[in-house]
T-cell receptor, first 114, second 111 residues
Framework: DGGITQSPKYLFRKEGQNVTLSCEQNLNHDAMYWYRQDPGQGLRLIYYSQIVNDFQKGDIAEGYSVSREKKESFPLTVTSAQKNPTAFYLC?????????????FGPGTRLTVL | DAKTTQPPSMDCAEGRAANLPCNHSTISGNEYVYWYRQIHSQGPQYIIHGLKNNETNEMASLIITEDRKSSTLILPHATLRDTAVYYCIVRVRAAGNKLTFGGGTRVLVKP
């Protein structure tokens, strides 16, 4: 089945530790995105990448880092510099050139900092 | 991207049509109206999008006013599984363009 996978579904970390969230897609999409969602709120864009080896900051990039070494993978690292990292993290992908230009979302990773 | 305004919540009876309004009075000529929904603790799901004309697919219908300043998403026969937060988003349909999510409308379908 084609789609986007995120792992793990639930993640716990101690304060001060870096943690990396995985996002993999087999849809052959060029563009990938990371969003953060806090309880009762909409999604906010962290980083996005339109092509391999290139990525741009979104609206709330501070305390996060990404890499895009492969087309199908876009891991997100939550660093110790992120002051309030507990949230629901969503990865998405889309075709660069598409009639619909819709984004497909993964199931999300819920990160809790203890 | 143009800002959108949606009611925070609404209830709908199972089997009836659900009409979800969205105001986007500052929309520009090259911006499309997109609708997504998010079921609790899942990733958002694309529903439909349109520019000027009304659109219909297997999930819903989208009615856009002639001046394009507002639109309505119609779920023709709401089921309990349609309970979700529905987001109306206005954006340029450009390559790799990001989505800007507002608060959305929390729809509760009741038996």
């Amino acid at each position: 089945d084609g789609g986007i996978t995120q792992s793990p579904k639930y993640l716990f970390r101690k304060e001060g530790q870096n943690v990396t969230l995985s996002c993999e897609q087999n849809l052959n999409h060029d563009a990938m995105y990371w969003y953060r969602q806090d309880p009762g709120q909409g999604l906010r864009l962290i980083y996005y990448s339109q092509i391999v080896n290139d990525f741009q900051k979104g609206d709330i990039a501070e305390g996060y880092s990404v890499s895009r070494e492969k087309k199908e993978s876009f891991p997100l690292t939550v660093t110790s510099a992120q002051k309030n990292p507990t949230a629901f993290y969503l990865c998405a992908s889309s075709m660069r050139e598409s009639t619909y230009n819709e984004q497909f979302f993964g199931p999300g990773t819920r990160l809790t900092v203890l | 991207d143009a800002k959108t305004t949606q009611p925070p919540s609404m209830d709908c009876a199972e089997g009836r049509a659900a009409n979800l309004p969205c105001n986007h009075s500052t929309i520009s000529g090259n911006e499309y109206v997109y609708w997504y929904r998010q079921i609790h603790s899942q990733g958002p799901q694309y529903i439909i999008h349109g520019l000027k004309n009304n659109e219909t697919n297997e999930m819903a219908s989208l009615i856009i006013t002639e001046d394009r300043k507002s639109s309505t998403l119609i779920l023709p026969h709401a089921t309990l599984r349609d309970t979700a937060v529905y987001y109306c988003i206005v954006r340029v349909r450009a390559a790799g363009n990001k989505l800007t999510f507002g608060g959305g409308t929390r729809v509760l379908v009741k038996p």
